[in-house]
């Protein structure tokens, strides 16, 4: 209590006594005015240099669109001037066969029969009367609704077609109509469906969007296409002139790159404004240096010489000048000559127009010395790199034509041909009741010899014996069958044996071959004992 007392007469007395005062002087510091407008904002918490709108960002979109008004508002566009640049420009059409080349190739997609019997071997005969059956349906006869293209033919149009268009739609004809064997395919132009043909509400919350309808869930039901023949018609529909075809016919294939996308864009759509601007630069680069190499003179007549002028000629008469070399042409009175030297291209043409490829190939997921056709200046280990990155691209490519479109033709035609009785060889034909077994195949698609062949098959053998890889599998980096391979081998060697063949020179050349080491009983022990020895003063 005392203390408490004593504290607050303390207060008290501190309170009445008089406040201090202060003299107000001015401060030497010089004032700053300050803008009027809004505040910034402080260092911390600037925002990222790609969101912030400025006289720089101006054009840039700031509104998220959807999917859908991404493929309405460009798809159409984006695909004329595709196939436009596809007709008339050198570097797409290189891009075309690149990817007709390296996804299908030369021989298509092998099949590979992987029917298995309830012990978990291979059942050979099943096999082989599957790989048989599919042979002979990959005929133009079987497998064109038309009868032209082959199967192989066809998946390379399909391959053109979605890196031109961004889509590829083909459609499954089955019964009397579709041929000899009972499925055959129709393929469609894209355009056919069209992109602009939408409808919000239908009964059972169905709905058409790009021409396409889908059940509430999202689920394609059916496709519309234009009636009749577009050459004559164009790309253009009414209510009466579009025909309704059942989804379960129809196979639609695209790169997804949005969520939700319903329709594919051109695969060298980030690329088609640089293509053709460098098409326009190369044709002016052109004429240029055409203009500048022709050598040409002029005459000019002295004051008082030449041919009298007729003004009513000169006066609807057009001055030109042809450059064209060796050629003098005679100015008209009163013309006088300007020297004018044309030094383009220059030293920047080369360097720039391999930098706009370069953009172009890296939007198309192409390397640029395969799009460019350009090996001038690569060294082993760059084109190394690059062959092996387009590689990936090409064979991730290949598992997206076997997912949207192989598989599901070999299992429809494999269903047709089943139930007809077609699958049949050596005597023994195949039953419907089995067709779970029957679709368990493997798909190998076209690879690549090696960049540097001794060096590469060098690291595969050193994989292989260190168990960090199969033989099967090296087979089939090379694009083969390693069943075929080895029965090949085989029968190779049953051959050279009937042949009269000594076994001492097949194992030589088998030894040679593979790197086994002969048996003693033919070469020797001694032989396989200094064989031994000089590899192991080799290794040393």
């Not at 001015?26 to 925002?47: A, D, H, I, Q, Y």
């Not at 979605?162 to 499954?172: Q, T």
């Not at 920047?348 to 953009?359: D, I, Q, S, Y």
């Not at 069958?481 to 194992?507: L, Q």
Request: glycine fraction near 10%.
């Amino acid at each position: 209590m005392f203390g408490f007392g004593k504290t607050r007469h303390a207060v008290d007395a501190a309170r009445k006594e008089p406040p201090v005062e202060f003299e107000a002087r001015e401060s030497s510091v010089p004032k700053v005015r300050r803008r009027s407008g809004p505040s910034r904002p402080p260092t911390g918490n600037r925002s990222f240099d790609a969101a912030i709108t400025n006289r720089l960002t101006a054009n840039w979109t700031t509104t998220p669109l959807t999917v859908d008004q991404v493929i309405d508002r460009n798809q159409r566009i984006l695909v004329a001037r595709s196939r436009e640049e596809a007709q008339k420009n050198d570097y797409m059409r290189n891009f075309l066969r690149l990817t007709a080349q390296n996804i299908v190739g030369h021989r298509g997609f092998a099949l590979q029969a992987q029917a298995r019997l309830q012990n978990g071997e291979l059942d050979r005969s099943a096999n082989e009367a599957l790989e048989a059956w599919w042979k002979k349906w990959q005929r133009a006869e079987n497998s064109d609704i038309k009868g032209r293209r082959s199967f192989r033919l066809q998946c390379k149009s399909v391959v053109r077609t979605a890196a031109k268009d961004g889509e590829f739609m083909i459609r499954e004809v089955t019964g009397r109509a579709a041929g000899p064997m009972g499925y055959a395919l129709q393929t469609i132009d894209p355009q056919r469906c069209p992109v602009d043909y939408n409808v919000e509400r239908l009964p059972d919350g169905r709905f058409i969007r790009q021409g396409i309808e889908f059940s509430r869930e999202g689920r394609a039901l059916a496709y519309f296409f234009l009636r009749g023949d577009p050459a004559s018609t164009g790309y253009t529909f009414n209510g009466a002139s579009l025909d309704r075809v059942p989804a379960r016919e129809i196979i639609h294939g695209f790169l997804e790159d949005i969520e939700g996308q319903r329709r594919g864009l051109p695969w060298a759509a980030t690329s088609l404004w640089r293509l053709h601007m460098l098409g326009g630069f190369e044709k002016a680069a052109l004429s240029s240096a055409r203009t500048g190499a022709s050598v040409g003179g002029f005459f000019e007549w002295k004051e008082g010489y030449g041919p009298e002028p007729d003004d009513e000629e000169l006066e609807d008469e057009e001055l030109y000048i042809e450059a064209e070399g060796g050629v003098f042409q005679e100015l008209p009175p009163g013309a006088e000559v300007k020297e004018f030297k044309s030094q383009y291209p220059t030293g920047e043409f080369g360097p720039f127009h391999k930098a706009m490829l370069r953009g172009a190939g890296a939007g198309m997921g192409v390397a640029y010395v395969s799009f460019a056709n350009d090996l001038e200046g690569v060294s082993f280990s760059s084109i190394r790199q690059g062959v092996l990155d387009e590689r990936d691209h090409w064979m991730d490519l290949q598992e997206w034509l076997v997912e949207m479109l192989i598989d599901r033709i070999y299992q429809g035609a494999l269903r047709q041909s089943l139930l007809r009785g077609l699958v049949v060889h050596g005597g023994i034909r195949l039953r419907p009741e089995n067709v779970a077994r029957y679709e368990n195949v493997h798909w190998q698609g076209r690879r690549w010899a090696w960049v540097d062949p001794k060096k590469d098959i060098e690291a595969e053998v050193a994989a292989k014996d260190n168990m960090l890889t199969s033989p099967s599998e090296i087979i089939r980096k090379q694009g083969r069958d390693p069943e075929t391979v080895w029965r090949t081998y085989a029968a190779d060697i049953r051959a050279m044996e009937d042949a009269g063949i000594p076994e001492k020179f097949i194992m030589a050349a088998l030894v040679k071959g593979t790197g086994l080491v002969a048996p003693a009983s033919e070469t020797g022990g001694s032989q396989t004992e200094e064989t031994s020895n000089e590899d192991d003063d080799d290794d040393e």
